[in-house]
């Protein structure tokens, strides 16, 4: 199963991370890039056509919405960042 995280995992051990930014910058390692949507398989024009959507849709959605809407919505929102603590 593909790990969801989009970025190489690091070391968490301080010694261990200085050592792999040394042996990157030295250039004895190479950073692991994410594979992009054509090495994984996907349509180009169907990445480009969801990424517009995607972009235009908080805005759009937030236009329709009444003041009160918006409001509750946030109010909904920051309950649930509070909530997760």
Do not use: C, H, I, Y
Request: hydrophobic share 30%; aromatic share 2%.
């Amino acid at each position: 199963m593909q790990n969801r995280s989009s970025k190489p995992k690091r070391p968490r051990d301080a010694n261990q991370f200085a050592k792999a930014v040394v042996d990157l910058a030295t250039g004895e390692a190479e950073e692991e890039l994410p594979p992009t949507p054509e090495e994984e398989g996907k349509d180009p024009a169907a990445v480009a056509l969801g990424r517009k959507g995607g972009k235009k849709g908080g805005k759009a959605r937030a236009a329709k919405m009444t003041p009160e809407e918006r409001s509750e919505a946030a109010r909904k929102a920051a309950k649930a960042r509070w909530d997760s603590r």
